[in-house]
């Protein structure tokens, strides 16, 4: 015997048993390994849907969230420049609310200097008219002392009526 050649029973004994276990595998392990290769597939497949689906969906809403953030942009610049205005008006009433009252308290303040100056020259003038009553009333004493000096003031009042 020798290794090259094999002895045709044991090469029978070998082809039947390969033969059978070749049956064997074909009838129950080549099924549930070819049943077990599609589902792995099907899995497979699946996933890879899934993964295209998911990233469908990612850049979906990746432009979504930036339509938002434009949207929510636009809404701020909008909100802000509501806000200056807003912001500007309010200023503009203030200031003018603020010149109408300063106005007005100077009218005020202006008028109540008229009447102060008005008053203060009322004043005066009472005190200069009875100033000047006093001091006529002393002069004409002084004058009017005796009757030569009365004789002479009738004749200068009687003058002046005269001439006018």
């Known amino acids: 015997m020798s290794l090259l050649t094999p002895d045709p029973g044991l090469l029978f004994w070998m082809l039947l048993s390969f033969g059978i276990v070749v049956f064997v595998l074909c009838k129950y392990g080549f099924p549930v390994i070819m049943r077990m290769v599609h589902k792995r597939e099907e899995y497979i497949d699946r996933s890879l849907a899934a993964a295209k689906e998911a990233q ?42 603020a010149e109408a009252e300063a106005a007005k308290l100077r009218a005020e303040a202006q008028q109540a200097i008229r009447q102060e100056k008005e008053q203060a020259l009322r004043e005066l003038r009472a005190q200069v008219a009875d100033l000047s009553v006093r001091m006529a009333e002393r002069v004409l004493r002084e004058e009017l002392k005796d009757k030569e000096g009365q004789l002479h003031l009738i004749d200068r009042l009687l003058d002046d009526v005269q001439t006018n």
């Open 56 to 97: 469908a969906r990612l850049a979906n809403i990746q432009q979504e969230s930036e339509q938002m953030l434009q949207h929510t942009r636009a809404e701020q610049a909008r909100l802000l420049d509501e806000t200056r205005h807003l912001c500007d008006d309010l200023k503009a009433q203030a200031r003018e609310a």
